[in-house]
């Protein structure tokens, strides 16, 4: 029992740490100033959403662990190994094949891996397609970040 209660304290050090640390750095995205009147969408407004992701993200950690009692198995390091080498061979093929085939070919290989849609190709293809696409729009549209294209085209 005295084990099984530090297992569960040792679990919730990440996320009670990230937490602190996401408390640290919304503190300092309220410290920003503005240069001149923007709205509600200023210079401090995505680290703020970006710091309310991350609570709700932790909050869903920290509670699914808390629920969750039973033991779980010892795991592999191939998966991990496995989108380490997915993400370097992502960062070699990103200049020349572009970012649109580069992304949409390491975003399947991050399904693949995660098992997401497993047995459903297409579905898996369509939400390749559309989060290759989303993140086009935000680096390229919402940024002006020029992005590789492959042979100029996409």
Known sequence: MAMRRL????????PLFLFVLTTVYIAAALQIQPQFSEGLVGPGFM???????????LARVIWNDLAEER???????????LIVLATILYIIAFKPLG?????????????????????????RLLYAVAVTAIFYGLFALAFGIRLPTLIGVI
């Open 47 to 57: 680290p703020l959403v970006t710091a309310f992701i991350m609570y709700a993200a």
């Open 7 to 14: 297992q569960w304290k040792n679990r919730l050090l990440l």
């Open 99 to 123: 970012y649109s085939a580069a992304t949409f070919l390491f975003v399947l290989a991050l399904f693949h891996l995660f098992q997401f849609q497993e047995g459903q190709m297409i579905k």
């Open 71 to 81: 033991e779980k198995p010892e795991g592999s390091l191939l998966p991990p190994f």
